[in-house]
């Protein structure tokens, strides 16, 4: 009786955890998706559609979305008058998924290549996905380098659970 108990209770957990993973499928797809989209808007000056998948709080620290379509063209003429400029960007598929509150999170691999002065430079950076829809639709934070805690004191509702290599 003892081995069925635990059976059961083996075979329950399997099932929950398997539901858990397949349930999260979807978002995982959809924000590795959506930040492909948001790469491509960038590379294409879209800046308007591109603001769309940036976070409200980013867009709200950036004085709004027009204000943040400003700095973001100064930005990117100032660095292509140095010599540099984006030639691609992909966004790799987030391992995990976090649940917190009401929303989904997950740090995702961004891989950038751009043309520099002298050549190439191909490097890894972390972008952070947020979705208050379960998933559907995804708004993201370019980490630009900086750690969790540091983040956290801007936009406080990030998870303590993220992983910002």
Known sequence: MKYLFNSFFIFLSFFVSAQSVQTDSIPLANAQKQGNIMAKLLLEKNYKEFGKYTYPSIIKMSGGEQNMITL?????????EKGYSFINFSVEKPLNIIHLKNSLQCAITENIEMKIPNGRLTSMATLIGVSNDNGKN??????????????QKTIPELSNDLIIP
Do not use: A, Q
């Open 138 to 151: 995804w708004t993201f934070i370019d980490t630009h380098g900086t750690d969790l805690k540091s983040l």
């Open 72 to 80: 973001i063209k100064k930005s990117i003429t100032e660095m292509e």
